[in-house]
């Protein structure tokens, strides 16, 4: 029995049964590289989902956190924690429209503050009547029973019920079942930039613009999950910028912390402020390990990581899509360092198997998607060491029977 499969057999007696993990336990990693408890070094394209932006045990984060961990842990939110307010300025200085920050500890932790927020805005001014969210069918935001509700996504719900009143959806990207949806009794659209989970659908041309527009005009807020493609993993700090909209409200998590746990909102000063005194809080929310781990991420993101990413992300998409001539490779979506692989007559478990067996860690998506966020420090030379093992592995993989219509 190897190291990992004896990893696996504990935890299948001590842990829920709720994931369905890699056969594979990873202890120790550096930059791109992961290893495993048998000591196979992987490329590790997965990126704890999106997480690690710098990769891992980015030496420059080792070392806030470490500092941190040896100066203050944690003293709630009953006091001003500088490192949080240095955190906040340096978020809203790369938000121009947003004037307000507020830290939990995860995405659906956000996404729970925004949604709040949006009803608690209306509240304010009068309107509770005005408390709907209205949200896109298979997005994702979260596994809080009103994120799981937003999200859409009936196998995330089932046995869950009764969810959150008050959701109604929309088919992602379609701009006349929007306008339909929003009423005076909307409190908010919440939709994610490019839909991540789902298997890297971006939203189509003019979709967020349209968004914005609609609902100033009907009242409603815009609120952006940005937890899975914002600080820089599209190539820009948010992924709304390519769109030129801003939001009224986002969310930020995954790549905030580089793996440390953290998540926020950003809200304008306007809608910002009714999360008023006493209204929503979290114990652990913005703590100084946390916080000053994030403000280290901004700083090397900011220091030029960002930039050479953009570099590297479009020489690896071309890479990829050069393997389209294979014929298993149909296309490649998504920008920057968050991409989805479409596949044709291939099973995309068995691709992602195939690449853990030559040593590259993806995510696969359904049946015919492997998402890959790689780390925004990748070099030149692991993106084509990268798209050679996938490569193999799209050649490896025996041919799917072929899809009922
Ligand atoms: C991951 C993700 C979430 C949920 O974040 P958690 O930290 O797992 O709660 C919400 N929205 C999007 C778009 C995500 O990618």
């Not at 924690?81 to 429209?97: D, G, S």
């Not at 994030?294 to 900011?302: T, W």
Request: charged residues 20%; proline residues 5%; neutral net charge.
């Amino acid at each position: 029995m190897s190291h990992s499969q004896a990893w696996a057999a504990r935890a299948q007696k001590v842990l829920t049964p709720n994931y369905r993990q890699q056969p594979l336990a990873l202890v120790r990693g550096q930059g791109a590289r992961v290893w495993d408890a048998d000591g196979k070094e992987y490329l590790d394209l997965l990126g704890g989902v999106a997480v690690n932006a710098l990769g891992h045990c980015h030496p420059a984060l080792v070392k806030a956190l470490t500092e941190q961990a040896g100066t203050l842990w944690h003293v709630s939110n009953h006091f001003f924690i500088p490192r949080q307010i240095e955190l906040a300025e340096a978020l809203l200085r790369h938000t121009p429209w947003a004037g307000r920050a507020f830290f939990c500890n995860s995405g659906c932790e956000a996404n729970e503050a925004m949604l709040k927020l949006s009803r608690k805005f209306h509240a304010d001014l009068g309107h509770p009547e005005r408390h709907e969210i209205v949200s896109c069918v298979d997005s994702f935001h979260g596994r809080t029973l009103f994120t799981v509700t937003a999200g859409g996504q009936e196998k995330y719900q089932h046995g869950f019920e009764p969810l959150v009143p008050g959701v109604r959806h929309v088919r992602f990207g379609d701009v006349e079942a929007l306008r339909a949806a929003l009423t005076d009794r909307t409190a908010a659209f919440i939709v994610e930039p490019t839909l991540g989970e789902a298997g890297v659908f971006p939203a189509p041309e003019g979709y967020l613009a349209a968004a914005r527009e609609l609902t100033r005009k009907a009242g409603a807020l815009l609120c952006l999950d940005e937890i899975q493609t914002g600080i820089g993993r599209t190539g820009r700090w948010w992924a709304h910028e390519w769109a030129g909209v801003t939001p009224d409200i986002l969310s930020s998590a995954k790549a905030l912390g580089g793996g440390f746990p953290i998540g926020a909102i950003l809200a304008t000063e306007e809608v910002g402020q009714h999360l008023g005194g006493g209204s929503h809080g979290t114990t652990f929310g913005g703590n100084p390990l946390a916080c000053a781990t994030a403000l280290a991420v901004l700083r090397e993101l900011e220091g030029g990581v960002l930039e050479r990413s953009v570099e590297v992300a479009a020489s690896l998409r071309e890479q990829l899509l050069a393997l389209r001539a294979g014929g298993r490779l149909v296309d490649v979506r998504g920008r920057g360092m968050l991409l989805g692989l479409a596949l044709r007559g291939v099973a995309a478990p068995e691709v992602g198997r195939l690449c853990r067996e030559a040593g590259v860690l993806v995510n696969p998506i359904g049946d015919d998607t492997i998402r890959l966020a790689p780390p925004l420090t990748l070099t030149a030379g692991e993106a084509a060491e990268v798209v050679l093992r996938i490569g193999a592995a799209l050649a490896a993989a025996p041919a799917s029977a072929p899809r009922k219509a």
